[in-house]
């Protein structure tokens, strides 16, 4: 090649090396312009939307910002608004537990019908006793107690005659002792009384002994009966002492308890004559308690 040549082949390929270059040059800036300019553009984007949807705190308390009420109403509508699947599928539940409540409801009434038919079945072959056969059991309880009546009758004989006592009905027991005591307190009341004063008067002690359970020799404190009981005593008296005490002979069934002489010695009780009046004989007037 001829130099002239060289050197105008150098000289262009020189130029076009520069040329080449600047050219590449442009297209990379341009190229890192628009990759700035893309990037910058996200960023403002994504800041943007991430400034417009953050919460912000108001400076008092009486308002909230438009983006946190729109935010809040979405969510808000988003809950409230069932989707149509799940609503689907809580009404065939609820059907469901219709049909479950009424298939358990027929079960029950058929296990009510069932217990009253084997409850009517067995009302009817209940096999109600006879005539005779209750007869029968009556008969039977009847000698049961009169077996258990006689039993505690004889235990409390065989307690008495171990005390000495006698038992003269009502809860009253006398041994000879408290026998001779009476017919001497009676004797020292109404030992010139007529018998039935004498039988009067023991059964005013009877009575006393029965409504206080105290023996005869308590009963005349108790009751301040002032006859003497060391004055002797008569046939009389203890034949009328005897019948009162051991066989249950009363001259009156009324519960006679208090006695007073108001003519022998000129004076009237008022306790005697506030008490009910029963009889007088012979001298004596009797009384019973109030209310008795």
């Known amino acids: 090649m001829p130099s002239w040549m060289a050197g105008t082949h150098a000289t262009i390929k020189s130029k076009g090396s520069d040329l080449l270059s600047k050219t590449i040059d442009k ?5 890192l312009f628009l990759f700035t300019l893309v990037l910058a553009t996200i960023f403002v984007i994504f800041f943007g939307i991430g400034y417009a949807t953050a919460p912000t705190t108001p400076d008092d308390d009486s308002g909230v910002i438009e983006t ?10 988003m809950i409230t608004t069932e989707p149509e699947t799940e609503t689907t ?13 009424t298939a358990k409801a ?8 069932k217990t009253v038919a084997v409850s009517t079945a067995a009302e009817s072959n209940v096999v109600e006793p006879t005539e005779v056969e209750q007869t029968k059991v009556t008969e039977t309880e009847r000698a049961t107690e009169s ?11 065989e307690t008495i005659k171990k005390s000495g006592k006698t038992d003269c009905g009502n809860g009253v027991y006398i041994d000879d002792d408290e026998f001779n005591y009476i017919t001497r307190l009676v004797y020292g ?3 010139a009384e007529p018998y039935d004063g004498q039988v009067l008067v023991a ?5 006393g002994m029965k409504e206080t359970g105290l023996n005869a020799y308590e009963t005349k404190k108790h009751f301040k009966y002032s006859g003497s009981t060391t004055s002797g005593t008569s046939e009389s008296v203890k034949k009328a002492v005897r019948a009162v005490f051991y066989q249950g ?3 009156t069934e009324e519960e006679v308890l208090f006695f007073y002489a108001p003519g022998g010695k000129g004076h009237w009780s008022d306790f005697h004559e506030s008490q009910t009046f029963v009889c007088e004989v012979g001298g004596h007037r009797y009384f019973k308690r109030n209310g008795a």
Do not use: F, M, W
């Open 27 to 31: 297209s990379t800036r341009e190229i």
């Open 68 to 77: 946190t009420v729109e935010t809040t109403t979405e969510v808000t509508t």
């Open 89 to 101: 599928t809580k009404s065939a539940y609820a059907d469901l537990a219709v049909e479950v409540s």
């Open 106 to 113: 027929r079960a029950e009434k058929v296990a009510e019908t």
């Open 147 to 157: 077996v258990g009546t006689a039993v505690s009758t004889t235990k409390a004989e």
């Open 189 to 191: 009341e109404a030992g």
């Open 203 to 207: 059964q005013c002690i009877y009575n």
């Open 249 to 251: 002979y009363r001259y």
